[in-house]
T-cell receptor
Framework: GENVEQHPSTLSVQEGDSAVIKCTYS??????FPWYKQELGKRPQLIID?????GEKKDQRIAVTLNKTAKHFSLHITETQPEDSAVYFC?????????FGAGTTVTVRA | SQTIHQWPATLVQPVGSPLSLECTVE??????LYWYRQAAGRGLQLLFY??????ISSEVPQNLSASRPQDRQFILSSKKLLLSDSGFYLC????????????FGQGTRLTVV
């Protein structure tokens, strides 16, 4: 089965700085890597995803990079803003089983 | 468009009482369905997933069970709740036969007292 590890567990950044969260996965057959954002008391929602045939994907201030050889992928948030404060989860579905990392609590300091 | 309904939003139950949480999906057929539990300040623990009617896979041994009586209905149950069952329960669905985006219900905050 798939094992997803996520680091760091907490991240505090100054507004305007960048934030990077890293995940590793174990199953080399995994081919889809989404990132979810969960605001306090709310449901997780997809913010960006990448498939295994692509090395990088960008959407405005967020980007995801994938290294299939090393089996890790990362979320990059640039020019952080207060509304970026949330818990972020990576996931690596395999055989329709959706396993998540432990989550990273991001706090953006004004 | 597809929607997912999960209820109730909050629930306070005494220890030893039964539990039934229901989740339904509209606007799609043959979805993959999931139940997750999230303890306070913790990650998303996969409890059960289902790729078809009557097909339930359990991820962790526990006091809970799941059923899928209809294609777009997923139910989480317990015969006797424990204090440790408290948490935030999330139902989710994704397109069948694909590894793709998962959509979450609003969640149920369960407090066992």
């Amino acid at each position: 089965g798939e094992n997803v590890e996520q680091h760091p567990s907490t991240l505090s950044v100054q507004e305007g700085d960048s934030a990077v969260i890293k995940c590793t996965y174990s199953d080399s057959a995994s081919n889809y890597f989404p990132w979810y954002k969960q605001e306090l008391g709310k449901r997780p929602q997809l913010i960006i995803d990448i498939r295994s045939n692509v090395g990088e994907k960008k959407d405005q201030r967020i980007a995801v990079t994938l290294n299939k050889t090393a089996k890790h992928f990362s979320l990059h948030i640039t020019e952080t803003q207060p509304e970026d404060s949330a818990v972020y989860f990576c996931a690596a579905p395999n055989d329709y089983k959706l396993s998540f990392g432990a989550g990273t609590t991001v706090t953006v300091r004004a | 468009s597809q929607t997912i309904h999960q209820w109730p939003a909050t629930l306070v139950q005494p220890v030893g009482s039964p539990l039934s949480l229901e989740c339904t999906v509209e606007g799609t057929s043959n979805p993959n369905l999931y139940w997750y539990r999230q303890a306070a300040g913790r990650g998303l623990q996969l409890l059960f997933y289902s790729v078809g009617i009557g097909q339930i896979s359990s991820e962790v041994p526990q006091n809970l069970s799941a059923s899928r009586p209809q294609d777009r209905q997923f139910i989480l149950s317990s015969k006797k709740l424990l204090l440790s069952d408290s948490g935030f329960y999330l139902c989710a669905w994704s397109k069948g036969l694909e590894n793709t985006e998962a959509f979450f219900g609003q969640g149920t905050r369960l407090t066992v007292v």
